[in-house]
């Protein structure tokens, strides 16, 4: 059900159907259809299974550091059966399209952008040279800074997505090669339009010869960067000789140092010819079908804008009631399309409940694999899975929550299972030293960063503010019973909230289950929206430093600014996050990383925590290459001086409108998409009752995203800059060392 929901899931189907003339009946072809599932038979699954796992058919990679004789013969010792198939094995005939295929299907769902797919019948899967080939023209077109895709993806504030799919294990059977994308419903048209200009210019107008050595430099360079992991190394080897090219991972560099420019153009113009293409377009719930067309016919001369949902609103209000039960919780119903419940209770606080974050992660980890008073962790586990039904449960220093979705007829034993988690969770000695395990083990293998100390720093006073090395020496402190003590705390602390995002118009009954069942949980406390104040200035620039063994040196600048929780400054905090460097075409990305060339990672963000926001500049730039021994110690001031340059622009200059609008588009994608779904409606909703503004919190910051000028992000900028920085710079010693004057001197 959970499959055959996902509307982007149909839409790869139907492509790869049209794209190889497949003509399977099933819905998907991977999950098949509810009633493929029903008809199954104990015998199918055996006569599956020894049709197709059989030695024979299996390829073993071993990489590591062994012996390869001894290893050998133990293999052959426990894989050394003869077993061969009772049948013929059953392949799928592909036959790629001879002609351009198009299917276009308005969504059942309220979704409110269109969704896209393009698929070419790709290179063969033992066709090494062609596969390497086409990699590259993929490169050109969306793996260059300077991509033939980047200006597609601004204009229409979206991202194009490419995969190669390999979809037959028979080695001369093809691969598709995919595009995706999704935008408001506007510009469906015109974004086909530019990329089939995109796809004719690569032979009409190829790359330059610069562009051509950049992209077998870089395929060269991710390759080697890609085999240095041994997983990764198993994995190329294995599918190389289940597809017959064995020497295709060996031979990949040499394969592309002798790719010439006929071969690249060739390439291109052979698999993906717009002659040959599917495409499937899931339009949004309410579009007809004379709309489209009257899309299509005006794509020529219509000038593309963005006017949001043509006074909609992304969250239909009037689907989502509320009640409180009994015992104190506040419960939200949202009515959906969807055949899936999906459902979150939350008992948290706006405070902090307890301020030892290692007990919190014990506690998690622990109700990871507890069970209950009633049933073992194992019965649990088959219980849900019997029952289709998916959950998991997060605890923190805030408090404890569970997401879970299941069907409609499920509800009574799902809503059981969950109570049953929460409330009777079985916290015994044996857990918490398993727990206590796993915490020591992922707190021992964190290496120290940049970040130990900037956000003790940021985050004072607070459980965010321990580094990983701080509560390894903390894990052997605490016992169980300090664990037992933060979960009772949180559930007489916790303000308890339930929230429901399912079809209430075709099963009522549901929403009188829920109520009932919640009200058996231990009363809650008052909903309290209230920011915790916890916010406390920096008052001096502060420089922190972090000695590491590593090429490259990790550059964090960060300001604190106090926070209001209204929402025109929170769309405004994204907004000058987008163009100083929340994105590809941010500042930050074209100024340090193409223009300066300091780095491949440079970004900002910008996060809140209580009443106190936090914006982070981030860059990680070599200092020291071990490999050719060229030192760019300099590249520390560098980076930091690019920072402050460009602080001081945003701060005292409005950005241009050309960068607002931009913007603007991109927040608004960025809501609509994650309205996609009923569990993403579900997760809006539960995130936006946290907040005063309440359910109305999306429609709120939708509504308000075309009134903010450039005026309102230089005030924005000025607001959060005018307080002292945090650096913090992790590097080698040598690094650290040789900008030690320049770092002292930033100080105050």
């Not at 960060?558 to 075409?585: E, R, T």
């Not at 460009?646 to 998409?673: H, M």
Request: aromatic residues 8%; charged residues 25%; negative net charge.
């Amino acid at each position: 059900n959970m499959v055959l929901t996902d509307e982007s899931s149909r839409a790869v189907t139907n492509t790869i159907k049209n794209l190889f003339n497949i003509k399977s009946t099933s819905p998907d072809l991977i999950a098949g259809s509810t009633d493929n599932i029903d008809a199954l038979t104990r015998e199918d699954v055996v006569n599956y299974f020894n049709n197709n796992y059989y030695p024979a058919n299996m390829v073993t990679v071993i990489t590591g550091e062994v012996e390869p004789e001894k290893t050998m013969k133990l293999v052959s010792k426990y894989f050394n059966s003869k077993k061969t198939p009772s049948q013929n094995r059953h392949f799928e005939n592909l036959t790629p399209t001879q002609k351009p295929i198009r299917q276009d299907f308005i969504s059942a769902k309220n979704t409110k952008a269109a969704d896209i797919k393009i698929g070419f019948a790709g290179p063969e899967n033992n066709n090494s040279k062609d596969i390497i080939y086409l990699r590259a023209v993929n490169q050109l077109l969306l793996g260059l800074s300077n991509a033939k895709m980047n200006d597609l993806e601004k204009k229409y504030s979206t991202s194009v997505f490419h995969s190669s799919e390999r979809l037959s294990s028979r080695p001369q059977d093809k691969q598709i090669e995919m595009f995706e994308a999704t935008v408001p419903e506007t510009y469906v048209e015109p974004l086909l339009k530019d990329f089939y200009k995109i796809i004719s210019d690569i032979t009409t107008n190829p790359p330059t010869p610069e562009e051509f050595e950049a992209v077998k430099n870089k395929i060269k360079k991710e390759n080697s960067k890609n085999l240095q992991m041994s997983q990764n190394l198993n994995y190329h080897i294995g599918m190389d000789f289940m597809n017959e090219r064995p020497y295709h991972t060996a031979q990949y560099s040499s394969i592309i140092d002798q790719m010439t420019y006929a071969d690249f153009l060739n390439c291109a113009k052979k698999y993906y010819d717009l002659n040959k293409v599917a495409i499937t377009v899931v339009h949004p719930k309410g579009t007809d079908e004379q709309s489209i067309k009257n899309n299509y016919t005006n794509t020529q001369n219509r000038n593309i804008a963005f006017t949001g949902l043509n006074k909609k609103t992304p969250v239909d209000i009037n689907k989502i009631s509320e009640c409180k039960s009994i015992n104190n919780f506040n419960i939200d119903f949202q009515d959906c399309d969807s055949d899936l419940v999906n459902y979150t209770i939350s008992l948290t606080s706006n405070k902090w409940i307890g301020k030892n974050p290692v007990i919190a992660d014990v506690l998690y980890d622990m109700l990871q694999y507890s069970g209950t008073l009633y049933h073992s962790h194992k019965d649990l586990a088959s219980l849900s899975d019997i029952n289709g039904i998916s959950s998991d449960v997060i605890a923190s220093n805030k408090g404890i929550i569970l997401n879970g979705d299941f069907t409609p007829d499920k509800i009574n034993v799902a809503l059981n299972l969950f109570k049953e988690k929460l409330q009777t969770p079985n916290l015994n000695q044996e857990i918490f030293e398993l727990a206590v395990k796993h915490c020591k083990d992922a707190y021992s293998t964190k290496e120290p960063d940049a970040f130990d100390k900037y956000d003790k720093t940021m985050y004072k006073d607070t459980p965010l503010s321990v580094s990983e090395q701080e509560k390894l020496e903390e894990l052997s402190k605490i016992t169980l019973n300090d664990v037992i003590q933060h979960y009772n705390n949180i559930i007489a602390q916790g303000e308890g909230q339930v929230t429901v995002t399912a079809p209430f118009s075709k099963h009522p009954e549901l929403k009188s289950i829920i109520l009932n069942n919640t009200s058996y949980y231990h009363p809650a406390q008052n909903k309290d929206l209230t920011l915790n104040k916890t916010y406390s200035p920096i008052e001096k620039t502060q420089i922190h430093t972090v000695e590491t063994n590593r090429n490259q040196a990790e550059v964090v600048e960060g300001y604190k600014y106090k926070i209001s929780g209204n929402v025109k400054d929170s769309v405004c905090m994204q907004i000058l996050n987008i163009v100083l460097g929340g994105s590809s075409s941010s500042r930050l990305f074209s100024d340090l990383r193409e223009k300066r060339h300091l780095a491949y990672d440079v970004y900002s963000n910008f996060n809140t925590v209580d009443d106190t926001g936090i914006m982070t500049l981030y860059i990680k730039t070599t200092t020291n290459n071990s490999e050719t021994g060229e030192k760019t110690l300099e590249n520390i001031q560098k980076s930091i001086e690019g920072f402050n340059e460009n602080i001081k622009r945003i701060s005292t200059e409005k950005i241009s409108e050309e960068e607002l609008e931009s913007a603007k588009k991109s927040i608004k994608t960025g809501i609509l998409a994650s309205l996609e779904s009923s569990e993403d409606k579900n997760t809006t909703l539960a995130a936006n009752l946290r907040n005063p503004y309440g359910a109305h919190y999306t429609n709120e910051e939708m509504s308000i995203i075309d009134t903010i000028t450039t005026e309102d992000i230089l005030n924005t900028a000025k607001n959060i800059f005018k307080g002292k920085p945090i650096y913090s710079i992790s590097g080698t010693k040598e690094a650290l060392e040789a900008n030690k004057n320049f770092l002292e001197g930033l100080s105050d």
